[in-house]
């Protein structure tokens, strides 16, 4: 059993890139920052979670707009933590924002949406599985 704990509500869990040339962007992170791709297989295509170059740790991902992550807008997108992802997705709209994606199941790690805030910036909402 890990000690890493959960990470709580409200934290930022994860960092993506969507966008229709994940190959192409993926070499220019590699060349800009050094990160180290590795494929990631999402059955008809390949996205890739970007790593450091010396403790390989997995820091990012850069993905194609295809599948789940089709209509995602071409920018870095954080993903924070919630409890329940319906809720906080019910809650953006009645505050003004709006919903993009989702709510969605992420395989058997939980549940995301993505939102827009009333100032238009994208954000994701995650709720691991528990």
Known sequence: MSDEKAPEPG????????????????????EV??????AFDMGDYTDFTMNTPDSGRTVAGVCHARGVNAG?????????????????????????????????KMGAEGEYCVIEDPAGAAVALFAPAR
């Open 11 to 30: 934290s930022i869990a994860w960092t993506d890139l969507t966008v229709d040339n994940a190959e192409e962007i993926k070499d220019f992170y590699t």
């Open 33 to 38: 920052v050094g990160w180290k791709p590795v």
């Open 72 to 104: 995602l807008p071409p920018q870095w997108l954080i993903y924070i933590i919630v409890e329940d992802v319906a809720a906080s997705a019910a809650r953006c709209t009645a505050l003004g924002g709006r919903v993009i994606a989702g709510p969605k």
